[in-house]
Nanobody, 120 residues
Framework: QVQLVESGGGLVQAGGSLRLSCGASGSIFSINDMGWYRQAPGKQRELVATITSGGSTNYADSVKGRFTISRDYAKNTAYLQMNTLKPEDAGVYYC??????????????WGQGTQVTVSS
């Protein structure tokens, strides 16, 4: 019983900013990595950014310098600050997390996605 809920998506003009949030709830013992993926129409889902339990981050080359992933460990929440948005950033953004629900059980969970639309 783990749910990831994204929020913060919407319509923004190119060059603008959005901040996405992803809150995890349920039977959570601990969370390992958290991350964001996105999927544009007609394209495969692609990695945007990840952050480990130790705070190490990884970004897709296309968003380096513009996006920042962070997390609030106490709140089981990840964030994606997206600056200088480009039309090619548009798509459905999905939150993912590797969640330990018990001492021996770890599973990957996905949120329902939040739409990001970037107008030019």
């Amino acid at each position: 019983q783990v749910q990831l809920v994204e929020s913060g998506g919407g319509l923004v003009q190119a060059g603008g900013s959005l901040r996405l949030s992803c809150g995890a709830s349920g039977s959570i013992f601990s969370i390992n990595d958290m991350g964001w993926y996105r999927q544009a129409p007609g394209k495969q889902r692609e990695l945007v950014a990840t952050i480990t339990s130790g705070g190490s981050t990884n970004y897709a080359d296309s968003v380096k310098g513009r996006f920042t992933i962070s997390r609030d460990y106490a709140k089981n929440t990840a964030y994606l600050q997206m600056n200088t948005l480009k039309p090619e950033d548009a798509g459905v953004y999905y939150c993912t997390a590797s969640v330990r629900t018990d001492v021996y059980i770890t599973s990957r969970y996905w949120g329902q996605g939040t739409q990001v639309t970037v107008s030019s």
